[in-house]
């Protein structure tokens, strides 16, 4: 072997792990030089606009993310945005509304029905205005899952799928996903578990749509349900609770204990029941064929005769 092959192929792209590794490194860089202009700009907005208490840690780092994406594109790759499925036709809105929905539903549905067990138990909050502490968890949660979203499941799943195809890339970057969360409050082998099976439903949505901007409304609708919606925890951090919140009141297996709602098997159900939906429409749009005109199924098609040889 020689010494170039060990960082290109025989095509003389450079290889999967040196990519990675320039990723982290630029997405490092990023961050410190977000945290210097970033960071100051969204503190100075939230100021003039008069919310208070809310940290700009997700916007830098949101920001990195972007940059770091950007940068290994353009210099690195010379590729363009729909490579991480950033393109224009992935931000459209219906693949933004049905993200959103499906992310909602698939945590909604569990913590409706542990409600209605009673093994999540309605209880008094904190005093003051659910609208006001709606608008603050929301500046934190929407930059926070666009930025685990362009981490794991932007561009270095573009890297090992290009390397490995989708189900191993997949699974390496949920794998990677959980481990990011394991010096959360809470954590254990189940939760970080469970934090997993999320990472291969949000990339399931990345799969069966093709965008990125889809998996990061379903990451955001998710937490937010929890956060916004019940006021129960997220991976095992309480946001504010005005007025009312939605405490564990059975076991920890349905409920996900100090974890929040996500740590259950209601909630691995939810994500299940996800992907199936998400995979039969995938599968029925390889069926239609060219002549369904959605835009993806050219795409589809080929990736389908690639995937099967």
Known sequence: ??????????????????RIIIFVAAALASYLVCATIVGPIVTGAFDLAGVHGVSNEAWVSAAAMLLATAFCLQWVDKRSWRTVWLDAAAARPKWLASGFALGALAIGVPIVALVGSGWLRYTGGV??????????VSLVLVPAALAEE????????????????????IAATSVGFGLLHIQNDGAGAWPVALVTLAGVFLAAVVY??????????????WNWTMAAVFHAAVSGYAF???????VDAG??????????PEGGL????????????LLSRRGARWARGPASGDGTTDESTN???EENG
């Open 240 to 246: 504010e609770s005005p007025r009312y919140r939605y």
């Open 266 to 277: 209601p909630a691995a159900a939810g994500m299940a029941g996800g992907m199936v939906l």
């Open 1 to 18: 072997m020689s010494g170039r092959s060990i960082f290109a192929s025989s095509s003389g792209a450079l290889r999967a792990p040196w």
């Open 150 to 169: 362009l981490l794991t499941r932007g561009y270095i799943l573009s890297v090992l799928k290009d390397s490995w195809g989708w189900m191993w890339a």
């Open 127 to 136: 005093p003051g205005s659910w609208w006001a502490a709606c608008v603050r």
């Open 251 to 260: 076991p920890d297996w349905a409920t996900g204990g100090d974890w929040g």
């Open 303 to 305: 990736e389908r005769h």
């Open 208 to 221: 069966a749509t093709r965008s990125l901007y889809a998996a990061w409304m379903a990451h955001f609708a």
